[in-house]
């Protein structure tokens, strides 16, 4: 683990930050780029694009090794109990390159199916998230923490024998759903509005 974490952390994220300066921004002509040719600046900025790209990859290859380490940490079989029976399938068939490229709807199960199991202890579903959003933010973003938090008060409002208590946990947990603008049809299986019918 400790290796895991040295070498991860200092190397790839020294490359990522060695790339950092680059943005979409630098492949705008500039004065001093007037006087190359057409296809010398073509070339330039393919390259940059180029280098964007694999720091992109790098940066959610090292998120998914770092949410797979987490999901490992949190007993990954009782985790992955909880998935569905086609998402079970999907991530027996899956490669790692297929988690970090195409894999998202896998992520997500996996993140909610860990998130989920906890639900119930606020305290550690915070740290958990919290966790979440400091080693993979790009798989775990701010609307992913406020659907699980809208998610978390659905599940408490489902128990809770106080009507007055339900109906004040369902309208907070529908003003975390507003405030999510953009939710991946992946994530919406976390949702599940049926649990209080």
């Not at 950092?20 to 190359?36: E, I, K, N, V, Y």
């Not at 109990?81 to 390159?97: G, V, W």
């Not at 305290?123 to 993979?136: F, K, P």
Request: charged fraction near 25%; aromatic fraction near 8%.
């Amino acid at each position: 683990k400790q290796w895991y974490q040295r070498r991860v952390r200092a190397g790839l994220k020294g490359f990522l930050d060695e790339y950092a300066p680059f943005s979409h921004s630098d492949l705008t002509d500039s004065p001093c780029r007037t006087s190359r040719t057409t296809s010398k600046v073509q070339a330039e900025a393919f390259e940059r694009n180029s280098v964007l790209q694999l720091r992109l990859l790098v940066q959610y290859s090292v998120e998914a090794l770092e949410l797979w380490r987490e999901l490992c940490e949190y007993q990954f079989h009782l985790i992955a109990e909880r998935l569905p029976t086609e998402i079970k399938e999907d991530l027996c068939r899956a490669t790692f390159r297929d988690l970090v490229v195409g894999g998202k709807q896998i992520t997500v199960a996996l993140i909610n199916a860990l998130i989920e199991r906890y639900f119930g202890d606020t305290n550690l579903t915070d740290a958990l998230c919290a966790r979440l959003r400091e080693i993979c933010p790009n798989l775990y973003g701010a609307a992913d923490l406020k659907t699980t938090k809208a998610n978390e008060l659905l599940q408490s409002a489902k128990h809770q024998t106080n009507k007055t208590e339900q109906n004040l946990m369902l309208q907070k947990s529908l003003e975390l759903y507003k405030q999510v603008t953009v939710r991946p049809i992946g994530d919406l299986q976390s949702v599940r509005l049926g649990v209080l019918l």
